[in-house]
């Protein structure tokens, strides 16, 4: 009517990299539930479903308040018929017989256990399943089952790398690795990344990137970074990969899950952490320590700042960012690069990192300070 105050438009991005996210998430009732459908989906390998409840999440998740009803919903991106379903059915309900029926199937719930061991996806959970097993004393009793050194360690340290690893037990890592790194060169830098860099209060691993002005060390580096912790005695698994990464072959111009970096996936031992509603609370207390999954990934300085956006997360964030990028810039962005299509020629990041005020940029440990 005339005279009224127009109600600000506020528009919602289709892309995670354009919304501004809090850890808070006032949607919890409704992303739960999605996410159940996306890993449904995950496992039946229907991929477009499984990602497109997956950006609903995100969606959601970047709301300042609750959805109340459909309605507060119209002017959303990523959010489909199938979607708005569960939504209504929560809205009226409180629950989604769907996702009910998903969390009650054998399959799901069998699935949903053996791919929360470390080293076990979703192809090996599958083929598992198919061979009748449902329980961990089912695989471990089973003759003909063979288990890799991965998730034999996945299997050994079950319990600690299951539960979440806390701000407090990441800054301690971070002495660690700092320590270590700083004992073998003095000149490298050590950032913290992943969740913990977005400001969250728990993680499932601690995410590190290190890198060192000394032209080619970040290849050989990791190997006396990785012999030093096994001297410390608190190396309990490394899976390393050397670096695959050259310049010259840059840009890649088809999706690669993986970046050519060096890189070394570790479970290290951490003396007394403060256990916080852990399940095991008596025992790791009797211990002293726990297990806990570490990342360790050395790009050359140079890609540092590609390095540390890819890795910073969340996986929506990277992947709505490099399709930004593409469909929005005519970019191409990966770990490595940024890469103009339109002038041929590669955006130089170096000596600068990338700002990012849609998250809280917390870096514990940095030597020089870089941030
Ligand atoms: P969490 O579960 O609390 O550890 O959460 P995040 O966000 O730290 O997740 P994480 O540790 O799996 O990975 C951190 C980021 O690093 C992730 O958002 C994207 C990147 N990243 C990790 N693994 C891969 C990978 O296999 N491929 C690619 N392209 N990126 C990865
Ligand atoms: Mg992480």
């Not at 700083?182 to 209060?201: P, S, V, Y």
Request: net charge negative.
């Amino acid at each position: 009517p005339e005279g009224s105050t127009p109600t600000p438009v506020t528009t919602v991005s289709q892309y995670a990299c354009q919304r501004r996210t809090t850890i808070e998430n006032s949607n919890k009732i409704f992303t739960d539930a999605f996410e159940v459908l996306a890993d449904s989906y995950e496992f039946s390998e229907i991929e477009g479903s499984c990602l497109a409840f997956r950006r609903a999440a995100s969606v959601l998740k970047s709301l300042p308040c609750v959805v109340r009803c459909l309605g507060d919903t119209e002017d959303l991106p990523c959010l489909g018929d199938h979607t708005k379903a569960v939504m209504e059915e929560i809205l009226q309900y409180g629950r989604s017989f769907e996702v009910e029926k998903i969390l009650s199937d054998e399959r799901f719930q069998t699935l949903k256990l053996f791919t929360s061991v470390f080293g076990v996806g979703p192809k090996t959970a599958e083929k598992w399943y198919r061979r009748g097993l449902r329980s961990f004393s089912d695989i471990l009793t089973e003759p003909d089952i063979h288990l890799n050194r991965m998730q034999q360690t996945g299997f050994l340290h079950y319990e600690d790398i299951s539960r979440a690893v806390s701000k407090a037990e990441a800054r301690a890592l971070g002495n660690i690795i700092d320590e270590a790194v700083h004992a073998i060169t003095l000149d490298a830098m050590i950032a913290l990344t992943g969740g913990f860099r977005r400001g969250k209060e728990f993680g499932h691993d601690v995410d590190f990137i290190v890198t060192t002005p000394e032209l080619d060390r970040e290849r050989t580096l990791l190997p006396d970074i990785i012999d030093r912790l096994e001297q410390q005695g608190i190396l309990l698994y490394c899976d390393y990969q050397a670096s695959t990464f050259d310049i010259t072959k840059l840009p890649s111009h088809r999706f690669e899950a993986m970046d050519h970096f060096a890189k070394c996936f570790l479970i290290l031992r951490l003396e007394g952490s403060k256990v916080e509603g852990g399940l095991n609370c008596a025992e790791e207390d009797r211990r002293g320590w726990r297990a806990v999954r570490v990342d360790l990934v050395l790009p050359p300085m140079d890609r540092y700042a590609f390095a540390l956006l890819g890795w910073t997360g969340s996986r929506q964030f990277e992947r709505d960012l490099r399709r930004f990028a593409r469909s929005e810039r005519r970019m191409l962005l990966d770990n490595h690069a940024l890469y103009d299509k339109t002038k041929m020629l590669a955006v130089s990041l170096a000596g600068r990192v990338e700002e990012r005020s849609s998250f809280s940029l917390c870096l514990f440990v940095s030597r020089p300070r870089s941030l």
